[in-house]
């Protein structure tokens, strides 16, 4: 399906693109979006499961030649062994396999949100059998955030309660400072925030905390009713969506200071954004929102070029856009998947 739209500027330095259902995306609800290792950009909505290439969006038939148990798509988790999972509204779980699925399994009431990349399908599995509630008839999601610590150490984390696993084997269990309520992982370090904001980073071994100094940009208000926090375990920036602003969050290279610091972008309007992710070779952003489809924001290019007259201007320049296929060879962008928490207050 061809996915035509048209790039505006922002009244910062980018560029965006739209795509909703006017042109070319299936539909404008976008509840969740992971990448997978051929570097499809997955998009969970309410209308099915859509992959899209930089050019085109694809509806996925669920279980191939067959009704499916659901189109309304809830989760999408990656696995540190190159995998991708797809949950449907009903917890029905899908093993995802290039523009083919899978049915791994189906689990009656199984509906597990899991934030960070599970160790692999089996243990994604595990999980929700352990966590799912057959008596539990309210329609709420368990939640659960998958981290990686040092020598193969695993971490489960539930509420203020970290569980950790080593091969298999439960080594024990730590406690969280009280009112945690993301814990995340970035450049290769650990760290949490509470429900206000206070900044916490957890050892490799995954079996102590300690504090960490966070630097705010100037005029940072932590006592805004709403947030929500956006990382990819291997990636080298997270982002903090507040009060329609948004934030890039990095960290020291010692692990024991993070650094927030505004983008200036124009983010949608009268929607809620659901999920990101980033090109790694691209300078591009990818948000999914509620109900105004998707939209890729480009960082514009500064160049001095030289006048007639022997003076130099600056202007701005949008590097290649196109995604695509370039003759036989396929060019496709890699993507993070960033995981999503919220607070509200």
């Keep these: 399906m061809p996915a035509a739209s048209v790039a505006q500027r922002a009244r910062s330095d980018w560029w965006i693109q739209h795509y909703n259902v006017q042109n070319g995306l299936p539909s404008s609800s976008i509840i969740d979006m992971a990448v997978d290792t051929m570097g499809f950009l ?36 990656t696995t540190t062994d190159g995998g991708l999972l797809a949950a449907d509204v009903k917890g029905t779980s899908y ?79 730590l406690v969280l400072p009280t009112r945690s309520h993301s814990v995340f992982q970035l450049s290769g370090h650990i760290y949490g925030f509470t429900d206000t904001l206070g900044c916490f980073g957890i050892g490799p071994q995954l079996d102590r905390t300690a504090p960490v100094r966070v630097q705010w940009p100037t005029g940072f208000n932590k006592a805004a009713a709403e947030w929500q ?19 890039t969050v990095r960290s020291s290279s010692t692990g024991d200071t993070l650094t927030i610091a505004q983008l200036e972008l124009e983010l949608p309007k009268n929607t809620r954004i659901t999920c990101m992710a980033v090109p ?66």
């Design 229 to 247: 926090l956006f990382w990819d375990p291997a990636a080298d920036e997270a982002f903090l969506l507040m009060d329609q602003h948004l934030h």
């Design 95 to 173: 093993s995802v396999h290039g523009f083919d699925m899978a049915w791994v399994q189906h689990r009656t009431a199984g509906r597990v949100k899991v934030y960070g990349s599970a160790p692999d399908v089996e243990t994604y599995a595990a999980l929700v059998d352990t966590l799912r509630n057959p008596q539990d008839q309210s329609g709420a999601w368990a939640e659960c955030t998958f981290i990686h610590g040092a020598d193969g150490i695993e971490g489960i984390v539930r509420g203020d309660n970290l569980t950790r696993i080593q091969k298999g084997k439960v080594l024990g269990a």
């Design 42 to 77: 997955w998009l969970a909505t309410e209308g099915g499961l859509i992959s899209f290439d930089g050019r085109n969006f694809r509806s996925t038939e669920l279980i191939p030649g067959h009704a499916p148990l659901s189109n309304r798509m809830r989760d999408l988790v």
């Design 280 to 345: 790694w070779k691209e300078n591009v952003l990818a948000i999914g929102t509620l109900s105004k489809g998707l939209f890729l924001y480009q960082r514009m290019a500064m160049r001095t070029v030289e006048c007639g007259t022997g003076t130099g201007r600056t202007k701005p320049i949008t590097p290649s856009w196109t995604w695509g296929r370039k003759g036989s060879s396929p060019f496709r962008p890699t993507f993070a998947r960033y995981s999503s928490a919220k607070m509200v207050a």
